[in-house]
Every structure is written in structure tokens, then in C-alpha cells.
């Protein structure tokens, strides 16, 4: 089975400076991927060549064995590629259920010429309510989004890319300005509701990574030093040596 992301031998430079320095990297699909490495390693950077948003330097990437080579980035999100929490992407004036039903919607090609469709469509609300169970937003269903706590829209934003149809999901940073238990409803949201999808996360706090990812990748000066399961990355030297030692002791 091909895998959900694949990188072969990706550079990208910004005028003379490499960034990213010949990264080769495979995500199966399902898996929970984390990137870490310290400030300026090039996380967000692949992230941008992943998403669409820098085009390669050289190399190859690949989404369910497709290259992606000079797709724009909606383009890579209609093969299912999603990258979340943007905030932006939430209507606060629509109630949490409203924003899941558009993400539905959105997944059924409506895109946002759909008003004439709301109302009467049972299955469809039906499973917007199932994914405001799995979010845990109940209680906040007919609350307008704009209303809702930090960590509550970050959890809404994640909803509305899983209704969307995302099969391959990007975080950039999704605990970034929580609180400790506000990050550990994110991290509970986040495995709940990507169950099943490929993830791939950048994120500098190390709980959440740990208690998160299946493999995590370390990026350290553009370049791969290790990518293995969590107890094997706590345990690498080369990897505490330049990172983990200092930022997670
Ligand atoms: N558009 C750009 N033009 C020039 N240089 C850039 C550009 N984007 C990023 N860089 C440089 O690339 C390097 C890697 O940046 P990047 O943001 O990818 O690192 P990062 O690992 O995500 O860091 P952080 O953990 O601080 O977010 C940095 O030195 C940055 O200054």
C-alpha cells in the first residue's frame, strides 16, 4: 500500500541558504506523525512544501503516491490534504452545528452556494451531531463559534477538517497559547476525532508530542537525524544531544 506522505531526497532554498536539506521521510496512512527539532530547523517550511504553499527547490513529494509537483494548494487539499487550525476557517457567527454542517457540506462538492439546501436533510445533521459528540461540544452545539474558549474553536476547527473530508491532516502547532488543561482537551480531541486519518503534527510541547505520536521525525538544520517510535527518540543520543536535551529536559 502506497503511503499517505512521501518525501524523496526534498530541498528547498531561500536564495543562497538551504533550508531543507535532502529530507526523505514516508507517513503510512493512519499514522500519527510528529515533527520536532529546535527553532529554525525548517518544521513550518516543510510544512509549506507539503501544503503547496514553497514550491520544491528539488525532490519529490507525494500524496497517496500522486507527486504534487507544481499543484496549487487547493488543489493538494482536494487530495484530501488538509492543514488545520486556522482559525479562520470557523464562521463565529454560525453556531458550532452550522460550522460542522458547512464542513459536511463542503465534503459533498455544495462548497458555500448550499443555503437553499439547509433544513430537512436528516442524515446530514444526524452526522454533524455525531462529530459534535466525538469533539465534545455538546453543550455548546447552538452556541454561535465566536463564542467559544481558545481551545473549544481549535477543537471546532479540527471538527469542520474532519467534516470536510481531510484524509491527511496537518497541525501546525495545535497547543500553542493553552493552557495545561486546555492542552490536555486538545490532545484528547485530537486523537478522538482523527482516528483513522493520517496525521502529521508540529509541535513544541513535548507532552502533546508524546502522547501523541506513533513516530516522531527529528529535524534538526534542514536534515532528518532520526525518525522512529517515541521510546526510541527519548532514548537517541544524537537527538538529546541537539535538541531534547535542552528543550525537554
Ligand atoms: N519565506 C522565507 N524566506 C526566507 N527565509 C525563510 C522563509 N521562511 C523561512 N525562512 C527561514 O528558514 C528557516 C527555517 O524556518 P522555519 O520557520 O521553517 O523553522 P521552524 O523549524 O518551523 O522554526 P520554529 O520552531 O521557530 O517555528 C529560518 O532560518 C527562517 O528564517
Not at 27 to 32: A, D, N, T
Not at 230 to 235: C, D, F, K, L, V
Request: proline share 3%; hydrophobic share 40%; glycine share 10%.
Amino acid at each position: 500500500m502506497s503511503n499517505a506522505i512521501s518525501l524523496r531526497g526534498v530541498t528547498k532554498s531561500f536564495g543562497r541558504t538551504e533550508i531543507i536539506r535532502g529530507v526523505d521521510l514516508d507517513i503510512p496512512h493512519g499514522q500519527r506523525h510528529a515533527m520536532i527539532g529546535p527553532n529554525g530547523a525548517g518544521k513550518t517550511t516543510l510544512f509549506n512544501l507539503i501544503s503547496g504553499r514553497f514550491s520544491l527547490t528539488s525532490g519529490t513529494i507525494e500524496l497517496n503516491g500522486r507527486s504534487i509537483d507544481g499543484l496549487a494548494p487547493h488543489e493538494i487539499n482536494r487530495l484530501g490534504l488538509s492543514r488545520s487550525f486556522q482559525i479562520t476557517s470557523i464562521f463565529p457567527r454560525l453556531t458550532v452545528f452550522e460550522n460542522i454542517r458547512c464542513g459536511l457540506l463542503w465534503a459533498r462538492g455544495y462548497r458555500y452556494s448550499f443555503w437553499h439546501l439547509l433544513g430537512g436533510q436528516r442524515a446530514l445533521n444526524e452526522e454533524a451531531d455525531r462529530l459534535i459528540e466525538r469533539l465534545n461540544l455538546e453543550d455548546r452545539r447552538n452556541v454561535p463559534a465566536g463564542l467559544l474558549s481558545y481551545a473549544e474553536q481549535r477543537a471546532l476547527e479540527v471538527g469542520i477538517t474532519v467534516a470536510g473530508g481531510a484524509e491527511i491532516i496537518l497541525l501546525d502547532e495545535p497547543t500553542a497559547g493553552m493552557s495545561h488543561s486546555e492542552t490536555e482537551y486538545a490532545v484528547a480531541l485530537i486523537r478522538a476525532v482523527t482516528e483513522g486519518k493520517t496525521l502529521l503534527i508540529v509541535e513544541h510541547d513535548m507532552s502533546v508530542v508524546f502522547g501523541l505520536a506513533d513516530v516522531i521525525t527529528v529535524l534538526v538544520y534542514g536534515e532528518v537525524i532520526a525518525s522512529d517510535v517515541p521510546a526510541r527518540i527519548r532514548g537517541d543520543k544524537a537527538v538529546q544531544e541537539a535538541y531534547l536535551g535542552t528543550e525537554a529536559a
